[in-house]
């Protein structure tokens, strides 16, 4: 049985968009992924929770996000977990599930680098994964020396071989949840149906 190549992009996807779906195809084309799983995050223990709409929604757009898409697909097994969503915890569920053939490649951006020490049982979470580092034309690879006391020379050496250099895409979501609430229009931010989504659920809006 071939070897399953599986990609993790985690977030919390509030909302999914356009700059999500390219980090995801880039992945998958470039190191030869099998699929890759967006899982949103449930209880997200580093991020401002403030803005954050319901899990079953973001979970919901990142369907419609993807729909028509083979080798993508949703799962809420962060978000059905009543617990704070730690990755560690996640990647471990993961293996259990898919089996010992199973290789799994999480996908992190080079703004996430300086959380990694902070990262619930960081040195076990790389041993279990290997990590894709998404990184733009214009960011150094200089921060990653920091990580080598905690992951090792070798794992540091491995994230920069396995570094995507992807152009800068300009979108983030609370760009797009600012937009939302200021009335301007997000077409083409996000997919036709995640916008018709939004806007039937009156999400991110400002009510009167």
């Known amino acids: 049985m071939a070897l ?3 990609g993790i ?7 999914i968009h356009i700059g999500h779906l390219i980090i995801a195809e880039e992945a998958y084309w470039r190191h030869g992924l099998s699929k890759v799983l967006f ?14 709409i319901e899990a079953h929604h973001r979970y919901e757009m990142i369907k419609l996000a993807i729909q028509g898409n083979d080798h993508f697909e949703a799962s809420d097994i962060e978000i059905t977990r009543k617990s704070k969503s730690y ?3 996640t990647v471990e569920s993961l293996l259990q599930r898919l ?11 080079i703004d996430t680098v300086q959380e990694l020490p902070s990262w619930k049982d960081i040195k076990r979470l790389s041993t279990l994964c290997r990590l894709i580092l998404v990184n733009r034309p214009d960011s150094p690879l200089d921060s990653l020396s920091q990580l080598i ?10 994230m920069e071989s396995l570094q995507m250099r992807i152009p800068p895409i300009g979108i983030s979501s609370t760009e797009i949840r600012n937009r939302l609430k200021a009335g301007r229009q997000v077409k083409y931010m996000v997919p036709e149906a995640v916008e018709y989504y939004i806007r039937t659920h009156g999400l991110y809006i400002k009510q009167s």
């Open 9 to 15: 992009l985690g977030g919390t996807f509030n909302p």
């Open 149 to 158: 006391p905690i992951l090792g020379e070798k794992k540091v050496l491995e």
């Open 4 to 6: 399953m190549k599986i």
């Open 39 to 52: 899982i949103p995050a449930g209880h997200p223990p580093h991020k401002d929770t403030q803005d954050l």
């Open 99 to 109: 089996g010992r053939n199973c290789e799994l490649y999480l996908i992190i951006g």
């Open 87 to 89: 990755t560690v915890d």
